[in-house]
T-cell receptor, first 120, second 114 residues
Framework: GAVVSQHPSRVICKSGTSVKIECRSL??????MFWYRQFPKQSLMLMAT?????????EQGVEKDKFLINHASLTLSTLTVTSAHPEDSSFYIC????????????????FGPGTRLTVL | TQLLEQSPQFLSIQEGENLTVYCNSS?????LQWYRQEPGEGPVLLVT?????EVKKLKRLTFQFGDARKDSSLHITAAQPGDTGLYLC??????????????FGQGTILTVHP
């Protein structure tokens, strides 16, 4: 149980195009999902907190107009990188916090497998 | 802003050796989690510690949460090449606007040579 998927796993796009990444909780509902960015051999950096039915909360320094987040249902959140540039190339990871199921800890999160974005 | 200082950043050891990774903060956390991540994959939760002074064991891995809930350690006994990966500690706090948010340490890249 507690599986989170991401699609696509890899994407290569041209500079100036927009890319959408999906994060799905497959066997549980998630009121809250988180989006992270990770550079090679570095830790995860929280970009934003996505809440179902409301606007996302962005971390300081993250451009909300560039990284559009939509949490349309309790099992799906999307991150759209608009007008992507080479510096947006990174590994994007989402996590989902279960709602209404028993977990080991009240604040447990389950991570997706990540999406490798390469902008040419 | 809560920070988690994780050390060492890199660790290269021979199979069979023991090692310890540390996470330290000046802030108190409600819980602390340890993850292991392999290249091109998402982090996988190893353990969550929630009580000050708590010790949890997972086969050859021993996790400890400091009495004051400001620090934690991960000890691996008789490391194996399969333990190679990026180890991450992450702390969280209850309540307020930070509910559910994880603060990650910088990560420790462990390489175990056969």
């Amino acid at each position: 149980g507690a599986v989170v998927s991401q699609h696509p796993s890899r994407v290569i796009c041209k500079s100036g195009t927009s890319v959408k990444i999906e994060c799905r909780s497959l066997d549980f509902q998630a009121t809250t999902m988180f989006w992270y960015r990770q550079f090679p051999k570095q830790s995860l950096m929280l970009m934003a907190t996505s809440n179902e039915g409301s606007k996302a909360t962005y971390e300081q320094g993250v451009e909300k107009d560039k990284f559009l987040i939509n949490h349309a249902s309790l099992t799906l959140s999307t991150l759209t990188v608009t007008s992507a540039h080479p510096e947006d190339s990174s590994f994007y990871i989402c996590s989902a916090q279960p709602q209404g199921i028993e977990t080991a800890g009240w604040d447990e999160q389950f991570f997706g497998p990540g999406t490798r974005l390469t902008v040419l | 802003t809560q920070l988690l200082e994780q050390s060492p950043q890199f660790l290269s050891i021979q199979e069979g050796e023991n090692l310890t990774v540390y996470c330290n903060s000046s802030s108190v956390f409600s819980s602390l989690q340890w993850y292991r991540q392999e290249p091109g994959e998402g982090p996988v939760l190893l353990v969550t510690v929630v009580t000050g002074g708590e010790v949890k064991k997972l086969k050859r891995l021993t996790f400890q949460f400091g009495d004051a809930r400001k620090d934690s350690s991960l000890h691996i006994t008789a490391a194996q090449p399969g333990d190679t990966g990026l180890y991450l500690c992450a702390g969280s706090n209850a309540g307020g606007t930070s509910y559910g948010k994880l603060t990650f340490g910088q990560g420790t890249i462990l390489t175990v040579h056969p």
